[in-house]
T-cell receptor, first 115, second 115 residues
Framework: ETGVTQTPRHLVMGMTNKKSLKCEQH?????MYWYKQSAKKPLELMFV???????ENNSVPSRFSPECPNSSHLFLHLHTLQPEDSALYLC??????????????FGPGTRLTVL | AQSVTQLDSHVSVSEGTPVLLRCNYS??????LFWYVQHPNKGLQLLLK??????LVKGINGFEAEFKKSETSFHLTKPSAHMSDAAEYFC?????????????FGTGTRLLVSP
């Protein structure tokens, strides 16, 4: 276990649904990240939070809405998704978001299927 | 911008034989480089990282990688493959983007290990 947990592990939703993905880190880290992993594509960074403030929004559509209520929790709120949004969504954390050589610790991911 | 190229999408080896997974990077300055492994239905786990100290980096589970600046390479090796090494491996370069860490992932190499 990496100390980063994600729920749910699997999610199936229709295009009109609203759902949320949850991530929790037990490592005392100050930075948290959302990534999207699609088949045959490199992992894509979606959002970065440092000390609970969003510092990066990597041109992600507004149907994805992140929330970081404290340094241990990160949410990704989903609404009116498209089938092409089906992917594995990975959460990660690191001690500081301002150091290039820090390791990021990843959760197991949420496998999302949009019908 | 930095980039990573993993030269092989699949590598097949027999158990007990050496493993070589190739990675080339593009960077305008001294990079931080990582290898992560992803087992089926699991998150990513750090194998090893290079941060401008020793050019030969040793990681977990007997893996090591050598940073070669002249060749812009960071190939991953293991002397003897084990069945449990079957997984997907990602070469990653880390950069500071707008002051915060951004991981740039390669497309991955799937390692298949046969008995």
């Amino acid at each position: 276990e990496t100390g980063v947990t994600q729920t749910p592990r699997h999610l199936v939703m229709g295009m009109t649904n609203k759902k949320s993905l949850k991530c929790e880190q037990h490592l005392g880290h100050n930075a948290m990240y959302w990534y999207k992993q699609s088949a045959k594509k490199p992992l894509e960074l979606m959002f970065v939070y440092s000390l609970e403030e969003r510092v990066e929004n990597n041109s992600v559509p507004s149907r994805f809405s992140p929330e970081c209520p404290n340094s241990s929790h990160l949410f990704l709120h989903l609404h009116t998704l498209q089938p092409e949004d089906s992917a594995l969504y990975l959460c990660a954390s690191s001690q500081s978001g301002e150091i290039a050589y820090n390791e990021q610790f990843f959760g197991p991911g949420t496998r999302l299927t949009v019908l | 911008a930095q980039s990573v190229t993993q030269l092989d999408s699949h590598v097949s080896v027999s158990e007990g034989t050496p493993v070589l997974l190739r990675c080339n990077y593009s960077s305008s300055y001294s990079p931080s480089l990582f290898w992560y492994v992803q087992h089926p239905n699991k998150g990513l786990q750090l194998l090893l990282k290079y941060t401008s100290a020793a050019t030969l980096v040793k990681g977990i589970n007997g893996f090591e990688a050598e940073f070669k600046k002249s060749e812009t390479s960071f190939h991953l090796t293991k002397p003897s493959a084990h069945m449990s090494d079957a997984a997907e491996y990602f070469c990653v370069v880390s950069e500071l983007y707008t002051g915060f860490q951004k991981l740039v992932f390669g497309t991955g190499t799937r390692l298949l290990v046969s008995p």
